[in-house]
């Protein structure tokens, strides 16, 4: 029972803390609400395949997750399509793919100094976190009080303070007359959309995505398997999560990869006291995301009823741990500093050149400052 526990916290979390995020992409690439409810379901039934099979295939609780980073790098774009965003899946997708059978393009993935993909991470998160603010002129009252409830409940529960900042704001918009039942739809919803794609928006969309998926999501996701104890496999799983994402990205799913909190909820001694037994967690934790899949579209349809001003609260504070996480690593090391900084103002800025975003521009402005830096000392040594 107790795998079974832990798996269903791990879905839930995992559901209600970032799904904002996920909707906010969403509507970003002007996807309808049946367009959305197909993304979401998408990325239920890619997370919960690769989750199942994994598991069940290497005996560890390997536990995959939706990109939420990634999510936020697809909200933070604009004048973009579903077509040409799904365009851009496929490519990040077929990047993972490859990253697992050709092991120097991870080491070379792996070269890119964290300080700057976080600094870049950290800028696209950033207009998240500063737009639960910009809110409270809109629906003051009611993003207030979802802030107020965050801030408490993570004193108690980080996991929980944005599922009960989200429900508690349900309530309230409901009570107040700010949001009405809507009309559920309850049938499983898949909607096929056909990729176009584009050079611009691969360069943008499509390798940022796989480089934050990558740092922001992989990496972390095998360092908590390995604190548990666990040598995860690493090339298979990023097979399998590339392949599922690959499968469902015309659906409109961004991105799956391993999770971090959520593999920290199954692979811990709480799920079980024996190691062996605890990839049952990951089976009890794919099964509920076969139900999330089901329940998807009166779940999509009743939150996209909220007052925007909620889901957009809801997505910002469902990411200031991340944010904090990225500029903690962006400014660790004294000599990469200023070109971080550098790059997390080029992410958080509305740059756009050729048509490519402010994420590809942001690595490559920090990665040039960051050879600048490292050659002065052999420029001033020849000066002499």
């Avoid at 970003?28 to 367009?35: E, L, R, W």
């Avoid at 909200?75 to 092991?103: C, D, E, P, R, Y």
């Avoid at 409901?174 to 584009?198: E, M």
């Avoid at 999330?292 to 349809?301: E, H, N, Q, R, S």
């Amino acid at each position: 029972m107790s795998q079974l526990f832990s798996g269903f916290v791990g879905a839930l979390v995992g559901f209600s803390a970032s799904v904002a995020v996920v909707l906010a992409a969403a509507q970003a690439v002007g996807a309808t609400d049946a367009q959305t409810i197909s993304w979401i379901t998408g990325l239920a039934l890619a997370k919960a395949a690769a989750s199942v099979f994994l598991s069940w295939r290497y005996r560890q609780p390997i536990i995959s997750a939706w990109s939420t980073p990634g999510a936020a790098l697809i909200a933070a774009t604009s004048g973009l399509n579903l077509s040409v965003a799904v365009g851009a899946f496929l490519v990040a997708a077929a990047l993972m793919i490859l990253t697992a059978l050709v092991k120097p393009l991870g080491a070379l993935v792996a070269r890119i100094p964290m300080s700057i993909a976080s600094a870049m991470l950290g800028g696209v998160i950033f207009r998240f976190v500063v737009a639960v603010f910009d809110e409270m002129r809109t629906a003051p009252a009611l993003v207030a009080l979802a802030l107020a409830v965050f801030l408490v409940v993570r004193l108690i529960n980080p996991f929980g303070a944005v599922i009960a900042s989200l429900v508690v704001g349900i309530v309230a918009a409901l009570a107040s007359g700010l949001a009405t039942w809507p009309a559920l739809t309850f049938a499983p919803t898949l909607i096929w959309t056909p990729p176009v794609f584009d050079a611009a928006t691969i360069i943008g969309l499509g390798v940022p995505l796989y480089l934050v998926t990558m740092a922001a999501q992989n990496l972390p996701g095998f360092a908590v398997m390995r604190a548990s104890g666990y040598e995860p496999p690493v090339q298979p799983a990023l097979f399998v999560t590339g392949l599922t994402s690959l499968l469902t990205a015309p659906f409109g799913a961004h991105m799956v990869n391993m999770a971090a909190i959520s593999a920290a909820i199954c692979t811990g001694p709480d799920t079980h006291p024996d190691p062996k037994e605890r990839w049952k967690a990951g089976v009890w934790y794919a099964l509920c995301w076969f139900g999330i899949a089901l329940g998807a579209a009166p779940v999509v349809t009743f939150i996209l009823a909220m007052p925007k001003a909620l889901i957009v609260a809801a997505a910002g504070l469902g990411l200031v741990g991340s944010l904090a996480g990225a500029l903690g690593t962006a400014m660790t090391a004294d000599k990469d500093r200023f070109a971080a900084v550098i790059a997390f103002c080029v992410a958080a800025s509305s740059l756009s050149l050729f048509g490519i975003g402010s994420a590809f521009w942001s690595l490559v402005a920090g990665l040039a400052v960051l050879g600048l830096d490292r050659a002065a000392p052999v420029v001033n040594r020849w000066r002499r």
